[in-house]
């Protein structure tokens, strides 16, 4: 493959991942706004914490969307898990931007909005898996890293897109207008743009790797195969995307309402710090991926999860009495820096465990159950825990699963010398 065919194949890997994964955060960017239409009780954070269940349970979708892609990835493709995970993004969004309120149609609308996440958990469950899979596979032996780092490029790309159209709305409209329906908009952009993936996937080459699968006629892994034939494999995935998905999604989905509910900051200012920061991070993907490249992925995942484990209290703790913005910048960005040496190399780590005829699912499940237990309630645990007046346990409770990752990694070997990925 040539650089411009690789390059070509990984912004169509990609380019889907970024639309599912800006549908998927634009729920969180604009939660700010249609908590209370949605949730009309409580005090605002009694509706912020009801929001972020609803959240939540569209991550015990994603373990069922990783499950039956996964699969769909290693029997049919991992192009046509890729178009199918697009039009259930397009579905889940525009369902979200047309619902009424409850004052309109009452407890239907929690209800519509707790199936339209659904949607978009299988969705992006299934998209993640097949994504990494193919990205991984068609990096290139000697590039891996950098080129399979552009999983999360994208990733938070979709997180910062959202972010960015909401910055856009609030600058352009009033403050009753975003509340009343400026938080629709995102929900009817990421439909449109579910729609644009779907046309440039459909377009792209399937993976040399998936495609000697075909050819060699291996069978492709079943379910119980990842528990009989590959338990170590399967527990690393579990234990490292753990750690890593509970910081990742503390500090960026949760840390916009941190910023607002726990810090101070106006809503306007908490989504300009929060942008800031995860440009940032998207940009330092690509070369912490070189990095892994040059000087292995074990070394790299052992420094992040080491260091995260031991500043992640004493940051959120600085966070939330920062009192200035940059304070709080710096601080947000540093510790989504030092996270980088999880996020680039996320994706290629776990495709390189697994041979081809079980890559997608293997890559896909144990990640999705992860993170339905970490990432997924994340938001929900800390909202639970200020609502009880100890958010600083919280803080431990974190630290405690960024530990497990820690010692996951020192049990693992460097997926990078042992990789099972064997095409260039």
């Known amino acids: 493959m040539t650089n411009f065919e690789r390059v070509k194949a990984i912004m169509a890997g990609s380019i889907g991942n970024l639309v599912e ?16 239409i949605f949730f009309p009780g409580g005090t605002y954070t009694e509706q912020l914490l009801q929001t972020a269940g609803v959240f939540a349970v569209g991550f015990f979708a994603r373990p069922l ?65 097949a994504s990494a899979t193919y990205m991984s596979e068609v990096a290139g032996k000697h590039h891996r890293g950098f080129w399979s780092s552009f999983a999360y490029v994208t990733l938070i790309g979709g997180l910062l897109l959202a972010q960015v ?28 743009l579910a729609v644009v993936a779907y046309w440039m996937q459909n377009r792209m080459e399937e993976s040399t790797s998936f495609k000697k699968l075909k050819v060699d ?32 999604y503390i500090t960026t989905t949760y840390m916009q309402k941190y910023l607002v509910n726990t810090a101070g900051f106006s809503k306007d200012v908490g989504t300009q710090i929060s942008a800031a920061a995860l440009f940032v991070f998207m940009i330092a993907q690509p070369l912490v991926g070189w990095l892994s490249d040059k000087y292995g992925r ?30 709080a910048f710096l ?10 040496g999880y996020t680039s190399i996320s994706a290629v780590v776990k495709a ?11 890559v896909s499940l144990p990640y999705a159950i992860s993170n339905c237990i970490f990432g997924g309630t994340a938001e929900y645990v800390a909202l639970w825990f200020k609502q009880a007046g100890h958010e600083s346990a919280f803080y431990i409770y974190a630290s405690a ?17 042992y990789s099972r990925i064997a095409e260039d």
């Open 21 to 36: 994964w800006y549908g998927w955060y634009a729920y969180s960017a604009a939660a700010l706004y249609f908590a209370p």
């Open 65 to 129: 969307g990783a499950w039956l892609m996964g699969l769909y990835a290693d029997r049919v493709g991992r192009r046509p898990a890729l178009l199918v995970s697009n039009i259930l993004m397009c579905v889940g969004s525009l369902s979200i931007a047309v619902t009424p309120g409850a004052a309109s149609i009452g407890v239907w609308a929690a209800v519509i909005l707790v199936m339209s996440r659904i949607v978009q958990g299988l969705a992006t469950g299934g998209q993640y898996g």
């Open 165 to 192: 159209v909401l910055i856009i709305l609030q600058l352009s409209l009033s403050k009753s207008a975003m509340a009343d329906w400026g938080w629709r908009v995102p929900f009817v952009f990421g439909a449109l």
């Open 217 to 248: 006629k291996v069978a492709a892994a079943k379910t119980s195969h990842l528990w009989t034939q590959f338990p170590r494999e399967t527990l690393t995935v579990i234990g490292l995307s753990a750690g890593g998905n509970m910081i990742f």
């Open 298 to 327: 074990k070394p790299m995942l052992m420094g992040t999860f080491g260091i995260l484990t031991v500043i992640t209290y004493p940051v959120m703790a600085a966070i939330g009495t920062a009192g200035t913005a940059m304070m």
């Open 331 to 340: 601080l947000i960005t540093g510790t989504l820096i030092i996270q980088s």
């Open 352 to 362: 390189e465990m697994f041979p081809a005829h079980a890559r997608g699912l293997g």
């Open 401 to 417: 699963v960024l530990a497990i990752s820690f010692f996951t990694v020192m049990s693992m070997r460097d997926s990078q010398r």
